[in-house]
């Protein structure tokens, strides 16, 4: 009668191993559990010591394998995950490459000690490593004076009006080319910078059909997304350069 006891608890308890699921964890540990839902992240189950507690929800990355009550197993495949992080570690690899596009545009006004007009510039192009913009700039410049002419036919230049006839003397031109800042940190919201623009210009108004190389040497301090800069300026035809300073206002764009 014992044996048969003993034998009956055993059946019953052999019967309660293989009715329960086995979760086996990837650091080597068990869980006996019943399996409720696989999802395709997630496994949902239960304590199989308290079948009417609550609920319990594991990601599949922490599983090695489930074994089931009918003794199949389940291996977890922890590739999902993986690729999760290889592809946010691709898009933070890509946010943080340290190149950006940026664009720049502003009014001023460039100046001889007799002569004066306003200039808009316009420039896009690449941001590097935080410190140095390089893009393509083009613009339109010009001066502007009043002169007048005598009696006899010859103009002098001031503010007196006893001439006959008075002009508008309209110099302006279109510069090309690139324009390069370097700026000096990113700590402080004022943020100073070192400018220079190379290139050519094709000119208008009075310098019709003129054309030679232009070049801007001069430095500004950033704000936020706006600028001012003050430098000197010069356009240079056949040899003979002609100086100018200049000042502008300007917008950031991008970065």
């Keep these: 009668m014992k ?3 003993l034998f009956a608890i055993l059946f019953l308890a052999s019967y309660a191993a293989k009715a329960q699921d086995i979760i086996v964890m990837r650091n080597a540990d068990e ?4 399996v409720t839902s696989i999802t395709q992240d997630q496994v949902t189950y239960k304590r199989w010591s308290n079948l009417d507690g609550p609920t319990y929800t594991i990601s599949k990355s922490q599983i090695f ?3 089931y009550e009918n003794g199949e197993k389940d291996l977890m495949n922890a590739v999902p995950e993986t690729r999760a992080r290889v592809g946010e570690h691709r898009n933070n690899a890509s946010s943080s490459l340290p190149v950006a596009f940026r664009g720049y545009t502003s009014v001023g006004t460039i100046f001889l000690s007799e ?4 200039t808009l510039d316009v420039s896009a192009g690449v941001f590097l490593f935080d410190h140095l913009y390089a893009g393509i700039e083009v613009g339109f410049h010009s001066l502007l004076e009043k002169y007048y002419y005598d009696y ?3 103009y002098y230049y001031g503010d007196d009006d006893w001439g006959e006839y008075s002009e508008i003397l309209f110099v ?17 919201a004022v943020n100073p910078y070192l400018e ?11 310098l019709s059909g003129e054309t030679g190389f232009h070049c801007r040497v001069g430095a500004g301090i950033e704000y936020k997304r706006f600028n001012v800069g003050i430098g000197y300026n010069a356009l240079v035809e056949y040899g003979f350069p002609v100086n100018m300073g200049y000042v502008n206002l300007g917008f950031r764009f991008g970065k």
């Design 31 to 34: 869980v006996m559990a019943k």
């Design 65 to 67: 394998y489930i074994k």
């Design 152 to 154: 006899q036919g010859d």
């Design 196 to 206: 220079c623009s190379l290139g050519a210009f094709v000119g208008i108004g009075d």
């Design 115 to 118: 002569m004066a007009g306003p």
């Design 172 to 188: 302006g031109y279109i510069p090309l080319g690139v324009n390069l800042k370097g700026y000096l940190t990113k700590k402080f």
């Design 3 to 5: 044996r048969l006891i």
